[in-house]
């Protein structure tokens, strides 16, 4: 991951800001967006086969009602595990907006004003607001609603499950699980019956495959924070009701 981008500590400061108020005045720059750009084209992916591409546009020409200032479309090619693939270069993104001190949230049901681009589907948006103040990042992570660890962890958490824990999802369902035995994690998507948030049904398994990405971005940058080598290998996911959904193993290496 870009090296000049300090992933790890943005992970303690992000915020999802559901409403922009009393971020302050500043605007973000026309430099400033052009960095968004610049910077989305160099992130990690998880599959280099799947074409992705971003369109930053004003926050009222996709009807954002919530103070935002702009509004980043994520679009993809549909293919086999696009939603993880998308989820995990966008979080990146979302730490890249928290270490230049530009607000963020994931904005699933935004409607696009382009539901293609460049032949690439809309997948998902992250609305944005400049923030002038510190104050308004989160000051105290481990405050924030989240499932016990057992819930979502089992075997040694290798000093990072607590942390890991924290990554943000649709309607903060959390929906992972985390099994480390015989010197591997295997990550699972986790859908609990009947335990979906505000979501509408149809939406769960969209929504908790990006999710997925976002956790499996989280998890990779606390591991590096930690020094843990790992060889990642992917399992398709194709959406299915399933309980427990395979969605990655991380061999551990040994030091």
Known sequence: ??????????VFKRKSFHLFRGVGDDSITQEELNAIESAY????????DIKTAIRIVPAEAVNFKRDAEYCILIYSEKKENYLINAGYIGEQLDLWLVDHNIGSLWFGIG????????????????????VNDETKYRKDMFKAKRKPMDEIW??????????????????????????NSGG?????????????????AASVSYYNRIDIGIFLCILEICMINKSIGYTRTLFIDDGS?????KAAEYAIKKK
């Not at 084209?41 to 280099?48: K, M, N, Q, T, V």
Request: glycine share 6%; charged share 20%.
């Open 1 to 10: 991951m870009n090296e000049s981008v300090n992933y790890y500590d943005a």
């Open 41 to 48: 084209s160099a992130f990690d992916c998880l599959y280099s």
């Open 111 to 130: 409607k696009p004003d382009e539901p293609i681009f460049n032949g690439l589907e809309y997948v998902i948006m992250i609305a944005i607001h400049k």
């Open 154 to 179: 089992s075997g040694d958490d290798l000093g990072i499950a607590n942390i890991v824990r924290f990554a943000p999802s649709a309607c903060n369902t959390q929906p992972w699980y985390v099994n």
């Open 184 to 200: 591997k994690l295997t990550v699972y998507r986790y859908k609990k019956a009947g335990k979906r948030g505000i979501m509408p």
């Open 241 to 245: 009701d399933s309980e427990l959904t």
